[in-house]
């Protein structure tokens, strides 16, 4: 089986400690072996690594034949051995749908449950609660349970409840018969108190049908004033909760039950009911009336407890993401209940509080008004109060800190609403700064950055304070991964965002080699701020300090590519006016743009081929070349004008653009490569499946910058009326700059550009009416081109860091006997093949999107056709192509496809692999996976065998004769 993967180093630890990479036949073999041994020790050894040869090795057949050994081992083992194999498919619970021999599988466990053990009996029944998801509706499966149920042994009873649950949570059959049983063994007087309490949560999964959750939850509701202990109340009372949440119609009710055992005095009852009316808000919380929040209000005037009351808050931040909970009477009710307590004398009070006022206060579906802007800024100054609080008392624990982080969210949410308020807030985080420590300084550092980056000059009058704040932390000894080395990070970047504002960054570059010296892994982080927010003069010299501190040669060559593609974007900064001095620093930056992309080609190793990093500068350095070679064209037209044969030249040919000479051959060359340019970045953008969503944006911003420019090349030299007939293009009013909400300090910048390129666009269209090429056009086209360049370019947060790791493992069946040998097939018959993948994830999957289908498009080529007399092939018989969309389950997917080869000769199969989000749309993630085939024609063959044959028999009688003659 031939297999291909992206990225597999990433997302799994494949080889261990001490051990060497195996294929999936020498793994399964070497296991096998374990199995078989006399020794027990190494019998447990075997079965314990079985679960992670599954998620090394997630195919079909490695695992049904490795779970059917396994049920040998069950049968005929020893407890404890059986108790292995019980973890073994607990673990492995994602894998069982891929068991082939289901039958064979069960008949061989099944076979314990007649031992005269019952702890052997015990352990098979969990086992068949284990595999419950692929024998739910197994009948002697279902027997053997209800006949546990009623066992005396201890351990075979709760080995029967345990299954219970499996199987209710998997078959309606079973759920909907064992109800009335389960019913009886609670309300027995037989039946011990704990097993009750363990028989209890059943009930849970009684929401297949509305009989089954009616008598469920007659059943519980019965039992809460019969069994009022504690235990009892808790287990009955989150039942019931975990009940409705499934069946959601009886949501109102059991909102109504837990607001009323909130009157019980002990306390952890009202934690549970408190808790479990969070958990039915997060599942509907349009269900939640009027009444019951006056009632959760009434609770919380009357409490003193502050747990309690954390609790009730946090219902209510999570109702108030609610549109429906926002406004008319229940709007007023939760504000009435957090009015209050904003100003609790507890910090996690008031900073929750004040997180559900400011939801409250910044969702306005009829835009701004006096009334809601005044409610704002008092957030405001109550949210300056709890912050200064937070840091002003002394709490053991995290209580602090949480308590301040939510505050800080509310600052970024009040900030973004009302922009009045921001200078407040970032007088008072700066002033705070002096007053914190550890994990509370990086965290306000967060927020007065991510305040600051809509409006950096704001930071303007406190940099004394930020210089001086940096200084002390940079003089401070710590760990690398120490909370002090990020806070100074933080520290860093504020710094960096003010000194933005005058053009240099020299808070941070007089300190270099202090910063390098000192803290290496900080200076890094910090180099990397700066090469995202745009101060590339910094982040080079700390690159370039960095590079002579690293032993391996990879890290060498990235800190070097960093180096230069930093010393490139410094010497477009500062990029002048007037042609002769713009040409020769657009071509520096240039130079040190090829020399950071041989670098950067350098750096990378099959683990980390870098693929994002090399598409993403050569696209910059593409577009940099584009704009030369545009400037360089605009500035032709004088120094190069139209030769005397130029219109005879247009009228032979019929294109009246080319009575502008050598120019308009150009312009169009410029046009194709900006547009071809402009699909490249749609292609970087559809292969970043795993990037962040502020990276996406900014290679859509890139890409708009490219039809922006080809728009302007368009309508000014290819479109214009004086040499073409057809109508001018319209101008467009506005380009899209961002796919996602909110606006930052590049984005406003790169708004304004646009807007001022498409104004003077407009003006020169009108101005000019329709008249041949004139400097008014090409100023036009230069001051656009400029424009461009001067536009802040950084590096996005994908390039250096990917939060998200998303790979595929392909595999495709049959494959050739040896390497490089084509698969053999006539051209009468389809060859039959399989394609496996598995999904590989990061430590976070999922964070940005995930892989709903996987798209597959298997296409086969005739690269090298056998002649046939006679004959041609069609056109339609040498390629054929064919796309599947599947469906991946627990991250494996399979399909099964036909091919016909029609043509004999060498053919390619090639298969493309793509994957769809969970919006509809298609990213081109790979893998591509190539297989050999050779077809022949087998009719053909024989022909020309028999043919052979004649010829060698005419020959033959020809040679008797001759022989007889003689």
Same mark, same amino acid.
């Given at each position: 089986m031939s297999s291909v993967s992206v990225r597999p180093s990433t997302t799994t630890n494949d080889v261990g400690y001490g051990e060497q990479e195996q294929d999936a036949n020498s793994a399964l073999l070497e296991l096998d072996k374990g199995l078989r041994s006399t020794k027990v020790g190494e019998q447990c050894e075997a079965i314990v690594r079985f679960p992670r040869l599954f998620e090394k090795f997630p195919f079909p057949i490695l695992i049904n034949s490795a779970f059917l050994k396994l049920a040998d081992v069950f049968r005929d083992g020893t407890n404890f051995l059986r108790l292995c194999i019980l973890k073994v498919t607990q673990q492995s619970n994602k894998q069982l749908d891929k068991i082939l021999n289901v039958d064979e599988f069960v008949r061989r466990i099944f076979f314990v449950i007649h031992s005269n053990d019952p702890v052997a009996r015990a352990i098979t029944l969990r086992v068949l609660g284990s595999i419950a998801p692929i024998i739910s509706e197994r009948k002697n499966a279902h027997h053997s349970i209800h006949t546990g149920l009623d066992s005396h042994d201890r351990v075979e009873l709760e080995a029967a409840i345990y299954a219970s649950s499996c199987f209710a949570a998997e078959s309606r059959t079973f759920a909907a018969g064992m109800c009335s049983k389960l019913a009886d063994l609670i309300q027995g007087l037989a039946t011990p108190a704990e097993m009750k309490l363990k028989l209890i949560p059943i009930f849970r999964h009684m929401h297949q049908d509305a009989q089954s959750a009616t008598l469920a939850r007659q059943v519980c509701q019965e039992m809460l004033p019969s069994y009022p202990a504690k235990e009892f109340l808790t287990?009955?009372?989150?039942?019931?909760?975990?009940?409705?949440?499934?069946?959601?119609?009886?949501?109102?009710?059991?909102?109504?039950?837990?607001?009323?055992?909130?009157?019980?005095?002990?306390?952890?009852?009202?934690?549970?009911?408190?808790?479990?009316?969070?958990?039915?808000?997060?599942?509907?919380?349009?269900?939640?009336?009027?009444?019951?929040?006056?009632?959760?209000r009434e609770f919380c005037q009357g409490t003193e407890s502050v747990a309690l009351t954390t609790y009730s808050l946090d219902i209510l931040c999570v109702l108030s993401r609610t549109p429906a909970l926002l406004t008319g009477e229940k709007g007023r009710v939760v504000s009435d209940i957090c009015g209050g307590l904003c100003h609790h004398w507890d910090v996690s009070i008031a900073a929750r509080a004040i997180q559900v006022q400011t939801k409250l206060a910044c969702w306005n579906p009829s835009g701004e008004d006096k009334k809601n802007v005044d409610i704002q800024t008092q957030l405001a100054l109550s949210t300056e109060a709890v912050i200064v609080q937070c840091l002003a008392i002394d709490v053991k624990g995290n209580r602090a800190t949480q308590a301040l982080k939510l505050a800080l969210e509310c600052v970024k949410s009040l900030s973004q609403a009302c922009p009045s308020v921001v200078a407040g807030f970032v007088d008072t985080l700066t002033m705070t700064l002096t007053a914190s420590q550890g994990e509370n300084t990086l965290a306000i550092c967060q927020c007065l950055a991510s305040v600051a980056e809509y409006n950096p000059q704001l930071l303007s009058s406190h940099m004394d304070s930020l210089r001086q704040l940096y200084n002390t932390a940079l003089g401070m000894d710590y760990d690398k991964d120490s909370i002090e080395g990020r806070v100074l990070v933080g520290l860093a970047v504020l710094v960096l965002l003010g000194d933005k504002q005058k053009d240099g960054c020299s808070s941070v570059s007089t300190n270099v080699n202090e910063l390098v010296s000192l803290h290496p892994w900080p200076a890094y982080r910090i180099a990397r701020q700066a090469a995202r927010l745009g101060c590339h003069q910094t982040a080079s010299d700390i690159f370039a300090r960095l590079s002579t501190q690293i032993a391996s040669e990879h890290f060498y060559y990235w800190l070097c590519a960093l180096h230069q593609f930093c010393l490139a974007e410094t010497c477009l900064i500062a990029l002048p006016n007037d042609i002769p001095k713009l040409v020769p620093a657009l071509s520096k930056g240039l130079e040190h743009y090829e020399k950071g992309i041989a670098q950067l080609k350098a750096a990378s190793t099959p683990t980390h081929p870098l693929q994002f990093q090399c598409e993403f500068m050569r696209l910059r350095a593409d577009m940099l070349h584009n704009c030369l070679i545009l400037l360089t064209c605009t500035a032709s037209i004088r120094t190069c004008p139209p030769p005397a044969i130029a219109p005879a030249v247009a009228m032979t040919t019929?294109?009246?653009?080319?009575?502008?000479?050598?120019?308009?051959?150009?312009?169009?060359?410029?046009?194709?490569?900006?547009?071809? *340019?402009?699909?490249?970045?749609?292609?970087?953008?559809?292969?970043? $499946?795993? #990037?962040?969503?502020? /990276?996406?944006? =900014?290679?859509?911003?890139?890409?708009?910058?490219?039809?922006?420019?080809?728009?302007?090349?368009?309508?000014?030299?290819?479109?214009?009326?004086?040499?073409?007939?057809?109508?001018?293009?319209?101008?467009?009013?506005?380009?899209?700059?961002?796919?996602?909400?909110?606006?930052?300090?590049?984005?406003?910048?790169?708004?304004?550009?646009?807007?001022?390129?498409?104004?003077?666009?407009?003006?020169?269209?009108?101005?000019?009416?329709?008249?041949?090429?004139?400097?008014?056009?090409?100023?036009?086209?230069?001051?656009?081109?400029?424009? *461009?360049?001067?536009?802040?370019?950084?590096?996005?947060?994908?390039? $250096?860091? #990917?939060?998200?790791? /998303?790979?595929? =493992?392909?595999?495709?069946?049959?494959?050739?006997?040896?390497?490089?040998?084509?698969?053999?097939?006539?051209?009468?018959?389809?060859?039959t093949a399989k394609v496996e993948g598995v999904i590989q994830h990061g430590q976070k999957p999922g964070l940005f999107r995930k892989v709903c289908k996987v798209k597959l498009s298997v296409s086969s080529v005739c690269t090298a056709p056998a002649k046939v007399p006679g004959k041609l092939p069609e056109v339609d018989q040498v390629s054929n192509k064919h796309t599947w969309l599947v469906d991946p389950h627990h991250d494996y997917f399979s399909q099964q496809i036909l091919l016909s080869f029609l043509v004999p000769g060498n053919h390619t199969v090639t298969v493309d692999t793509s994957v769809i989000d969970e919006e509809g749309y298609c990213w081109k993630t790979g893998p591509k996976l190539t297989l050999s085939v050779k077809s022949y024609d087998e009719r053909a063959q024989q022909r020309e065998r028999e043919k052979q044959q004649q010829q060698q028999q005419q020959q033959a009688a020809q040679a008797a004769r001759t022989l007889t003659s003689k």
């Open positions: 287990t009955t009372l989150h039942t019931l909760s975990q009940l409705a949440a499934a069946s959601l119609i009886d949501i109102p009710d059991q909102v109504n039950l837990l607001l009323h055992y909130l009157k019980d005095p002990r306390h952890i009852v009202k934690t549970l009911c408190l808790k479990d009316l969070q958990s039915l808000a997060v599942k509907a919380p349009h269900m939640w009336s009027a009444e019951n929040l006056a009632e959760l019929g294109q009246e653009l080319l009575r502008c000479g050598r120019l308009a051959i150009e312009m169009q060359n410029c046009y194709s490569q900006i547009q071809q *340019l402009s699909e490249k970045y749609i292609q970087l953008h559809q292969a970043s $499946f795993d #990037a962040d969503p502020d /990276t996406l944006n =900014k290679i859509h911003m890139l890409q708009q910058q490219c039809l922006l420019l080809a728009h302007v090349v368009d309508s000014l030299i290819l479109s214009n009326p004086a040499y073409s007939s057809n109508k001018q293009p319209a101008i467009l009013e506005s380009f899209s700059t961002a796919q996602g909400p909110g606006q930052n300090w590049a984005r406003g910048i790169m708004e304004r550009a646009v807007s001022d390129i498409l104004g003077h666009l407009q003006r020169v269209l009108m101005e000019t009416g329709g008249q041949p090429i004139s400097h008014l056009h090409m100023d036009c086209l230069y001051q656009a081109c400029v424009t *461009l360049l001067h536009l802040p370019f950084s590096s996005p947060r994908y390039f $250096f860091q #990917a939060l998200q790791s /998303t790979g595929i =493992k392909l595999a495709m069946s049959p494959t050739a006997r040896t390497a490089g040998e084509p698969i053999l097939v006539t051209t009468d018959t389809h060859l």
